[in-house]
């Protein structure tokens, strides 16, 4: 029997994002943890005591510089670096002959979209897919099935909130100034991808106008410069209205809220007291005889799965992207849906900018080709 090809993966950021990923990576199948990247020393010593001494992995190669990590036999990588340098880090693994799983969002530009595409066209025979591990979820693949088997109908409206505060003080730099990350000067309804990619990904749909407002004040200035709440309205190619919301300057539970409305069924997610357990919500012209809401339990987690990695989403998200490379297949979240679901956030706030004009979001071919 022929021996089962394993793909050398590699990772190229070792903040919190980057090394809970490669760590999770000790789960899949078909894969040879071989190498990783970080312009941090101190990162770089911390993740190897954490992978040879808590994990007992050993033989990973550590680079402190891309270009000696590139040069390495690694094949796939995943970049996880600071969200601006995605789209650039990308093209340059790409450009080095490596597939490539790009953190959210991918672009910060619609002129990174156009780089990024064409760049991913000139390569064809390499894999490039968005990490948007929340298309992974669980009860998002039970719902995405419900939809497909045709329990909700045309679905009229959809919306989801990313609710992601600061809990209670401020973190502090040792001087006592607050601790500013990349978040802190990004505009929110940039940061959309978790809620928007679930909603195009069960639908099958793509953007089709956009509309962006933002509150009038900021209640976080000092840690937040940016402003940390907004709300983007879509309209999609099959005319569902969309809603999503980005609270990052409120005061509430951390938590990710979705909410399907359509002509035969409906459905809701997490929108109960914080005593009861999370899951779904269903009303469904299917089921006759009912009377109220039906409780499914799909959750984000998957039966048996830890909460480490979102409930077993980050090594099926990660799973997926080794499969596509080992069979030469599609990536299931390729280089358009990752631009189809970061460009409507740079939208948004340009609508905002413009009273809340609605503009019609361009076409990703046209962008790329």
């Given amino acids: 029997m022929a021996e089962t090809k394993k793909v050398k993966l590699g990772c190229i950021g070792l903040g919190p994002r980057g090394a809970g990923l490669y760590k999770m990576a000790t789960l899949l199948n078909n894969v040879e943890l071989y190498a990783v990247c970080d312009k941090s020393d101190e990162a770089l010593a911390k993740f190897k005591h954490t992978m040879e001494v808590e994990k007992n992995v050993q033989g990973i190669q550590y680079f402190n510089n891309i270009e000696d990590f590139l040069k390495s036999d690694v094949e796939a990588v995943i970049v996880a670096t600071h969200v601006s340098t995605h789209s650039d880090i990308s093209i340059q693994c790409m450009e080095a002959g490596k597939h490539v799983l790009c953190e959210i969002p991918n672009i910060s530009s619609f002129e990174e979209a156009t780089k990024l595409g064409k760049a991913v066209k000139a390569h064809p025979n390499l894999k490039f897919m968005v990490a948007e591990n929340c298309c992974f979820w669980a009860f998002i693949n039970s719902w995405k099935t419900m939809y497909e088997e045709g329990l909700l109908g045309d679905v009229v409206y959809a919306e989801s909130d990313y609710i992601h505060p600061h809990e209670g003080e401020f973190d502090r730099n040792p001087d006592g100034s607050i601790k500013m990350t990349w978040r802190s000067y990004l505009t929110s309804i940039h940061y959309l991808t978790h809620n928007l990619g679930p909603l195009l990904y069960i639908l099958d749909d793509t953007c089709d106008e956009i509309s962006g407002f933002i509150p009038g004040f900021n209640p976080i200035e000092e840690a937040h410069p940016a402003p940390p709440n907004g709300v983007i309205m879509v309209k999609t190619k099959k005319g569902t209205l969309i809603k999503i919301f980005i609270g990052f300057g409120v005061h509430h539970t951390c938590r990710h809220n979705f909410e399907m409305y359509g002509s035969k069924g409906s459905l809701e997610y997490r929108r109960r007291k914080e005593t009861q357990e999370p899951g779904s919500l269903g009303y469904f012209k299917s089921i006759p005889n009912t009377k109220g809401e039906v409780v499914i339990p799909a959750f984000d987690g998957y039966p048996g799965a830890s909460e480490e990695g979102h409930g077993g989403a980050d ?22 849906f990752g631009i189809n679901i970061a460009l409507p956030g740079l939208i948004g706030e340009e609508s905002f900018k413009n009273g809340g004009k609605t503009i019609k979001m361009p076409s990703v071919e046209d962008l790329i080709k």
């Fill in 315 to 336: 090594p099926k998200m990660m799973q997926a992207f080794v499969d596509c490379i080992i069979n030469d297949t599609k990536p299931p979240l390729d280089i358009e």
